[in-house]
Each structure stands twice: as structure tokens, then as C-alpha cells.
């Protein structure tokens, strides 16, 4: 699985490996079509699995829903012959990244409704990527049902058809978070992970490999055939109980949102 955000070239500053250039997109879906995958979303690539299909199955996953997506993306993904899952942040759309602060104008404005119905005119499966992009892991319950909640209700409604696939903002998960996403219908859902999703494994967890303006297509080939570090994604996850704490003092205390 692997996770694109903004297709685009950033330059440089903080926010250049979240960009990829549609000529780079292009050249890493060609490297991995021509090695033999199938580029599909995410819940074509789980059901795919759910049939016995033995395929070697790459699943493409783009965060956020950034304008670019449309203008440079589709075109791109058609040419491909490649499926993806498009994960919105609900409550920006129209509008910057609000959650960058002072970077938010940086990868472009999220698109607005009427382009999301044109990208999914495409045959682009749309995820819901929340509400606000709140660290969901860290909120009180009752806001943490709501965050879900309002932002699958308005996708659902919009879209006029089920909406599967969740993506955890900034890849924040815990149980608790997991079983609020099953609930409301869910039959999928991605965190970050930096590592490749096995099948069997969690599909409330399901990790992603991600994609940089570094990676050309045969460094993309050769990620995805490697599995990327092991010892970097253990260190993350055995980190994670204290970082959580940290950051839930600093939310309910201080009002400062860590990522």
C-alpha cells in the first residue's frame, strides 16, 4: 500500500516529501505496472485478496484531497490503467490545509465538493480522511464519535453511495479509535505504518509505504519489493503509548495540537 498526498512539485522546506511531480507519479506507476502489479485503491485491493486473487496488487492512496489531485492525478492514474482511494478532510474542503498553520497554502487548497464529484466520476474510490485532522487517538470520546461521525454523514450523503475506507489523520489510531471507525460502517481502514500491509493483519491498521519526489521509479520498485526499514517503523511503534500520553497532556492542557 502505498500513501501520496500532493501531486505536485514543493521545491523546497518541511513540506517537500509530501509532494510528487505528475511526471515523477507517472514514472513510478509505469515501474511498478511494468514489474507486473495491479495498481487498484484500497478496498478493490482487499477484496481482491478476499477472492483468492493472487495478483501481486500494489494499492495507491492519496491523503487530504488536495485540488492538484484532480488537475494533475486522474489524468495521470488513467493513462496508468491504475485505480486509487482518495481520502478527504471533510471540513476543509474549499479551503487550505488549515491544520499547517502558516504552511497551509503550500500544497494548494482541498477541493470543494463539486470536484470531488468530478474525481469520483472517475472511478477514484473516496475515503473519509475525518472531519477537522485532528490526532483522533488523543480526543475525548464524545468528540472523537462526532469527528467520525459528521464527516462520514456528509460523504455518504454527497457521494450517494457507501463510503468503506478510513484513513487516520497524521496515521493516529488506538482501539478505542478503531472500534469508533468499524462502527459507522467501515470495512477498512490505514494509519502510516512505514512499512508493507500483510494480509491477515489488521485491516483497521493497514500500513502504507510512502512515496517521495527522492524516490524514482525503480527506487519505488525496489521499496515496495523490500518492504522499506524494519528497524525505523519498530522504533515508532514502540514509542507510541509514551508519545501519546505527551501528546494528550499537551491537547487537554495547554490546547496544543502535537503531530
Known amino acids: 500500500m502505498l500513501m501520496y498526498h500532493s501531486v505536485s512539485s514543493i521545491g523546497e522546506g518541511p513540506l517537500r516529501v509530501f509532494g510528487v511531480p505528475p511526471e515523477l507519479l507517472r514514472e513510478q506507476l509505469a515501474a511498478l505496472s511494468g514489474a507486473g502489479y ?3 485503491g484500497l478496498s478493490e485491493a482487499l477484496d481482491l ?8 496488487l500494489v494499492a495507491l492512496t492519496f491523503d487530504d484531497g488536495y485540488v492538484d489531485f484532480l488537475d494533475h492525478a486522474v489524468g495521470v492514474l488513467a493513462e496508468a490503467g491504475a485505480g486509487a482511494t482518495l481520502y478527504m478532510s471533510v471540513g476543509h474542503m474549499g479551503e487550505p490545509a488549515g491544520w499547517l498553520g502558516a504552511q497551509a497554502g503550500t500544497l494548494g487548497p482541498i477541493m470543494d465538493w463539486a470536484q470531488l464529484a468530478e474525481v469520483a466520476g472517475a472511478g477514484i474510490e473516496i475515503g473519509n480522511h475525518s472531519l477537522i485532522h485532528h490526532p483522533l487517538d488523543v480526543l475525548p470520546t464524545a468528540q472523537l464519535d462526532q469527528e467520525i461521525r459528521d464527516s462520514h454523514v456528509r460523504l455518504a450523503d454527497a457521494m450517494a453511495r457507501p463510503i468503506r475506507s478510513f484513513a487516520y489523520p497524521h496515521g493516529y489510531n488506538s482501539a478505542a479509535v478503531r472500534a ?9 481502514a490505514c494509519e502510516v505504518g512505514r512499512r508493507l500491509y500483510r494480509d491477515g493483519t489488521d485491516r483497521f491498521a493497514v500500513s502504507r509505504l510512502q512515496p517521495t519526489p527522492d524516490h524514482s521509479g525503480e527506487d519505488l520498485l525496489e521499496l515496495v519489493r523490500g518492504g522499506g526499514s524494519r528497524l525505523v517503523p519498530g522504533l515508532k511503534r514502540a514509542a507510541q503509548p509514551g508519545w501519546r500520553v505527551a501528546r494528550r497532556v499537551a491537547l487537554r492542557v495547554f490546547h496544543a495540537k502535537l503531530t
Open 49 to 56: 485478496l478476499d477472492g483468492g486473487c493472487t495478483d501481486p
Open 38 to 40: 495491479r495498481l487498484v
Open 180 to 188: 469508533t471507525v468499524a462502527r459507522y460502517g467501515y470495512t477498512n
